[in-house]
């Protein structure tokens, strides 16, 4: 069964410095894709960053990056210059392909603050 | 701002009451799926529609239900409610229902309450 793990509850991080989040899944679908979403405190679900799991590059976005290891099946949000405002849950999910359902299965979230 | 609206913001009602919550997907997009994010359980999956038609069950009660309408709005209607049914709701769009690709694009969210 499809599953997504998040192992870090909480992850603290100075501003300006990288911090890195953890997101390993399980699947056995060849075809399927990658989500992280931000949920600050006001409550929203703020899409990131998308890694299929065919594609050779990993995903970037401005300050977001996705260090993907398919072997490992692990697909980690890099943040690099935190900023205040990164302080949220982040949420990693996955969408396998299937003619029957598409929807997003969620991990457990990890929150990051970040300090001065 | 994702483009997903969601009304209400919060709702605070009381045990037995019925409650519709309402999405209106991004411009274009066909496919709406409804989530509860709730303190133990997590972000769950409810319900998927696609132009129209139900797509995806997930895990749903029997006592809530939903539709999508001809201009792809959609509302989530939640009966005979019980404490436990406290929580966020989500509405989310995707442009089609195509494969692992489709990223989904969250509305803001609705706080229910029950007392």
């Known amino acids: 069964a499809q599953k997504i793990t998040q192992t870090q509850p909480g992850m603290f991080v100075q501003e300006k410095e990288a911090v890195t989040l953890d997101c390993t899944y399980d699947?056995?679908?060849?075809?399927?894709?990658l989500f992280w979403y931000k949920q600050p405190s006001s409550g929203e679900m703020i899409f990131l960053i998308y890694?299929?799991?065919?594609?050779?590059q990993n995903a970037t976005e401005g300050r977001y990056s996705l260090n993907f290891q398919k072997a490992r099946k692990s697909a980690n949000l890099v943040i690099s210059a935190s900023q205040l405002g990164d302080s949220a849950m982040y949420f990693c999910?996955?969408?396998?392909?299937?003619?029957?359902?598409?929807?997003?299965?969620f991990g457990t979230g990890t929150r990051l603050q970040v300090f001065p | 701002d994702s483009g997903v609206t969601q009304t209400p913001k919060h709702l605070i009602t009381a045990t037995g009451q019925r409650v519709t919550l309402r999405c209106s997907p991004r411009?274009?997009?066909?496919?709406v799926y409804w989530y509860q994010q709730s303190l133990d359980q997590g972000l769950q999956f409810l319900i998927q529609?696609?132009?129209?038609?139900?797509?995806a069950k997930g895990n749903i009660l029997e006592r809530f239900s939903a539709q999508q309408f001809p201009d792809l709005h959609s509302e989530l209607n939640l009966s005979s409610l019980e404490l436990g049914d406290s929580a966020l709701y989500f509405c989310?769009?995707?442009?089609?229902?195509?494969?692992?690709?489709?990223?989904?694009?969250f509305g803001p969210g609705t706080r229910l309450t029950v007392l």
């Open positions: 999910a996955m969408r396998e392909e299937s003619y029957n359902t598409d929807k997003l299965i």
């Open positions: 699947t056995s679908d060849q075809s399927y894709g």
């Open positions: 411009s274009g997009d066909l496919s």
């Open positions: 890694q299929g799991s065919y594609d050779e």
């Open positions: 989310a769009s995707s442009a089609t229902t195509g494969g692992y690709r489709d990223t989904q694009y």
């Open positions: 529609y696609y132009n129209g038609e139900e797509r």
